[in-house]
């Protein structure tokens, strides 16, 4: 018997952490700029920890921040600095007075320096906000601003290759350094705190002395440079291990997309990266590095590249440790893949199929698209086996092996985009692949999955009058079933034969789906609704409503007891196929769902769509119903435990456990047994009752106040409470309204009595004018 599925609980979100400018890494943490929040990424288990400013459409845009000592600085377009601790909050504002938008900023200690595009260089004192200086020499934009910590200086460059150097003391330049002949885009100090190496877009970088003004030694590489980092001397390469106390040597990465070592004294490349993931996009279109970070501890090279992605490299080999997508963009598909789904393959809207790791999200980027991958599929007969396709006409065939994924093999036959493929259930023998050249195509899956092996179509039908959305491959592989935007789903058996169509939707049809154990297959539309079939009958057995928008996609679950179904306004629906009633909504994506993959013991399910949001989710039914067992148990031992307070005349605790509970009914059965004893019982209970008792104690006494059968207990509680509160022995925060919702049933309790006394008194009056004229026979 399967249970039916009641709650799913978000495990994780992945979502656009970093969308270009600085990146700075602290400990495990990495800081990456975002559009208005700054994400604390940890790179541990590949996701945010916490975010630094705000979200939403009003937020104050950032310009640059700068981090140290878990303090964290933003610049903001508003004109605002924001001084931020780790969790989030604001600890100073104030106003920056640079003429335009601030470019970089750095902090030391309890100094900040920000660079304007106004070519001025300001000195912050952070305790006071005060600006010390406004340190002038550079032109344009200020790229640079390093503070040079042994010699209380600080070195910064604008737009005119010339680096200059200002002391602290009294703000004044000491000397200026021209070598470049363009813009310098970083500088690095050296560990004898004397030298330090400047690097530009003028394809060199240059040595200098920190005391003279002359270079004194400038080497060609070759390429345009935006990042340099000086390494420490001693460090270990891919086949050479650096010990030199006096050499000097640097990291460099730019244009290239590449990292290579330079021993700066010899003017000789000691390494140049061959073996990384961002030399063979580099071989594809050309991929450059925007910033280069050293972590000494671990002995990894952080590679931040101009496509938002952040790759981290081992020094001793170069081998890629991790790599993380810092922004998606739309999410089109997702499937997991591996024989224990511990791999998830995303296409975006872009034309790599992205491969993360499920517990660490750490992504490969598989190449071989041209254009925007549009559909994946996994084959159920070897989950290491998968598929996709896009809108440059192909379907590629990809192998899982160990942590990477190997291509096997390419088809490229349909005339136009191809937006849906899926493979066979009980064996890989063959894959179906649906374009929008209205084609199905079947393909023979090769025997042995070799590179180059090529697949063999074995039919091709026109299949549609319009764009063929969705192809699915029925679990006993002997039929198959489309969905078209010409608002039709059609079955067909492999050999692609028409079975029958579907005719009953208002609008274009977005998925279909075979159920698991019936002969019924399920459709999804654009007229919100979703649809069962009968494959035998060819009607339509049932008709599910609960969408307000378009159903994106829907699957089967639970045996095909439940139907889980994605919507084009971001919500997730659960239904229940017996009763045709909606039992859960999950509302956490901001626009559509276009990607909904399920683990295969549907343990969880995964969503993406075109919020660039990654949502893992976890069935959580089991746990939540043994939680509501337990509380409920809980319940009833505390119930009890108040009945025997009350049975052993313990009124006080009976009382204050009823509260907790809050149980109103319960609560003024105590004071009636209470009021059984005495008043004056009733008020020294009351008195023991602490402030937060008394308070719900009194929301209790306004209950019973609404029902004239309990009006006496009310107003006795209510009235012992207002002298309580009057005497100043008890306070109750928001009186006014309280005393204000007491006061109509009040007033209306004090009529009724009142006429009843009236009532009462004319009968009396009545009885004695009778009782004189009264005869005894």
């Known amino acids: 018997m399967h249970k039916l599925k009641e709650v799913f609980d978000v495990e994780s979100k992945h979502g656009a952490f970093y969308t270009g400018g600085n990146v700075e890494w602290h400990d495990n943490i990495l800081y990456c700029k975002g559009i208005s929040t700054v994400s604390l990424f940890n790179i541990d288990n590949g996701s945010v920890s916490s975010l630094i400013g705000e979200e939403g459409e009003d937020a104050d845009e950032i310009q640059t921040f700068t981090c140290n000592n878990k303090r964290i600085v933003t610049s903001h377009k508003s004109g605002l600095f924001k001084l931020w601790n780790e969790e989030g909050n604001v600890i100073k504002m104030w106003k920056y007075i640079h003429k335009g938008p601030v470019a970089r900023l750095t902090l030391l200690e309890n100094v900040l320096a920000s660079g304007g595009s106004d070519g001025i260089i300001r000195i912050w004192e952070l305790e006071h906000q005060a600006c010390i200086y406004g340190l002038k020499g550079a032109q344009g934009v200020i790229h640079v601003v390093e503070f040079y910590q042994e010699k209380n200086c600080?070195?910064?460059?604008?737009?005119?290759?010339?680096?200059?150097?200002?002391?602290?003391?009294?703000?004044?330049?000491?000397?200026?350094?021209?070598?470049?002949?363009?813009?310098?885009?970083?500088?690095?100090?050296?560990?004898?705190?004397?030298?330090?190496?400047?690097?530009?877009?003028?394809?060199?970088?240059?040595?200098?002395?920190?005391?003279?003004?002359?270079?004194?030694?400038?080497?060609?590489?070759?390429?345009?440079?935006?990042?340099?980092?000086?390494?420490?001397?001693?460090?270990?390469?891919?086949?050479?291990?650096?010990?030199?106390?006096?050499?000097?040597?640097?990291?460099?990465?730019g244009e290239l997309g590449i990292v290579r070592i330079w021993d700066v004294l010899k003017s000789k490349?000691?390494?140049?990266?061959?073996?990384?993931?961002?030399?063979?996009?580099?071989?594809?279109?050309?991929?450059?590095?925007?910033?280069?970070?050293?972590?000494?501890?671990?002995?990894?090279?952080?590679?931040?590249?101009?496509?938002?992605?952040?790759?981290?490299?081992?020094?001793?080999?170069?081998?890629?440790?991790?790599?993380?997508?810092?922004?998606?963009?739309?999410?089109?598909?997702?499937?997991?893949?591996?024989?224990?789904?511990?791999?998830?393959?995303?296409?975006?809207n872009s034309c790599d199929v992205k491969l993360y790791e499920d517990a660490t999200m750490n992504c490969q980027l598989l190449k071989g698209h041209t254009d925007i991958v549009l559909s994946l599929s996994k084959c159920m007969a070897n989950r290491n086996l998968f598929a996709s396709s896009g809108k440059d006409n192909s379907v590629r065939l990809w192998l899982l092996d160990g942590r990477t994924a190997t291509f096997i093999s390419e088809v490229k036959t349909h005339t136009a985009s191809v937006?849906?493929?899926?493979?066979?259930?009980?064996?890989?023998?063959?894959?179906?692949?649906?374009?929008?050249?209205?084609?199905?195509?079947?393909?023979?899956?090769?025997?042995?999955?070799?590179?180059?092996?090529?697949?063999?179509?074995?039919?091709?039908?026109?299949?549609?009058?319009?764009?063929?959305?969705?192809?699915?491959?029925?679990p006993n592989d002997k039929m198959l079933a489309t969905a078209s935007q010409d608002k039709t789903a059609k079955l067909w058996s492999t050999d692609l034969e028409l079975l029958g169509t579907l005719r009953g939707h208002k609008r274009g049809v977005w998925c279909a789906r075979f159920s698991p154990v019936d002969q019924v297959v399920l459709t999804s539309s654009a007229d919100c609704t979703v649809k069962l079939w009968s494959t035998a009958e060819l009607n339509c057995l049932k008709t599910i409503e609960g969408h307000e928008a378009s159903v994106l996609r829907a699957e089967f679950i639970t045996n095909g007891l439940q139907i889980l179904t994605a919507g084009a306004d971001g919500l997730l629906k659960l239904f229940n196929l017996k009763t045709s009633e909606c039992s859960l909504t999950l509302d956490q994506h901001q626009a559509r769902i276009w990607a909904l993959a399920l683990k295969t013991d549907e343990s969880g399910f995964l969503t993406g769509g075109s919020d660039s949001l990654l949502i893992k989710w976890k069935?959580?039914?089991?746990?939540?119903?043994?939680?509501?067992?337990?509380?409920?148990?809980?319940?009833?031992?505390?119930?009890?435990?108040?009945?025997?307070?009350?049975?052993?005349?313990?009124?006080?605790?009976?009382?204050?456990?009823?509260?907790?509970?809050?149980?109103?009914?319960?609560?003024?059965?105590?004071?009636?047994?209470?009021?059984?004893?005495?008043?004056?019982?009733?008020?020294?209970?009351?008195?023991?009752?602490?402030?937060?008792?008394?308070?719900?104690?009194?929301?209790?006494?306004?209950?019973?106040n609404t029902n004239s059968r309990f009006c006496q207990e009310a107003q006795l509680v209510i009235n012992i409470l207002l002298e309580e509160i009057q005497s100043g022995r008890c306070k109750i925060s928001g009186l006014g309204k309280i005393v204000e919702s007491a006061l109509p049933y009040t007033e209306r309790h004090f009529k009724r009595l009142t006429q009843l006394l009236q009532d009462l008194h004319f009968i009396k009056y009545t009885v004695k004018c009778i009782e004189p004229h009264t005869t005894i026979k």
């Open 154 to 253: 600080i070195f910064g460059s604008g737009d005119d290759g010339k680096i200059h150097l200002w002391g602290l003391e009294k703000g004044q330049l000491l000397r200026s350094f021209n070598g470049h002949f363009s813009k310098v885009t970083s500088i690095a100090f050296h560990h004898d705190k004397k030298h330090f190496i400047s690097a530009g877009r003028d394809k060199v970088i240059i040595l200098w002395d920190s005391n003279k003004e002359k270079y004194l030694k400038v080497i060609p590489v070759y390429e345009a440079v935006e990042s340099v980092i000086s390494l420490p001397h001693k460090f270990q390469l891919p086949d050479l291990i650096i010990d030199e106390k006096e050499g000097i040597h640097v990291a460099i990465a």
């Open 419 to 474: 937006g849906s493929v899926a493979f066979s259930n009980l064996a890989s023998s063959f894959l179906v692949s649906a374009s929008q050249d209205t084609c199905l195509k079947v393909w023979k899956v090769p025997d042995k999955l070799m590179v180059g092996e090529k697949l063999v179509c074995l039919k091709t039908q026109i299949a549609h009058e319009r764009d063929i959305n969705s192809v699915t491959v029925s």
């Open 619 to 704: 069935d959580v039914t089991v746990q939540n119903r043994e939680e509501k067992k337990k509380r409920e148990e809980e319940l009833t031992l505390q119930e009890q435990i108040m009945s025997n307070y009350v049975h052993e005349g313990k009124y006080l605790k009976a009382l204050s456990l009823a509260l907790e509970l809050n149980r109103p009914l319960q609560t003024l059965r105590i004071i009636q047994a209470v009021l059984k004893e005495a008043d004056q019982s009733l008020k020294s209970t009351v008195e023991q009752l602490r402030d937060e008792q008394k308070e719900l104690l009194l929301n209790c006494a306004l209950e019973w």
């Open 269 to 348: 490349e000691l390494f140049r990266q061959s073996n990384s993931l961002v030399d063979k996009a580099k071989d594809e279109g050309g991929l450059s590095i925007t910033k280069l970070i050293f972590d000494s501890i671990r002995n990894i090279f952080g590679v931040v590249t101009a496509d938002q992605n952040i790759l981290l490299h081992n020094s001793s080999d170069f081998s890629c440790v991790k790599q993380f997508v810092g922004f998606s963009d739309e999410i089109l598909d997702a499937i997991y893949v591996g024989k224990e789904d511990e791999f998830i393959a995303v296409a975006t």
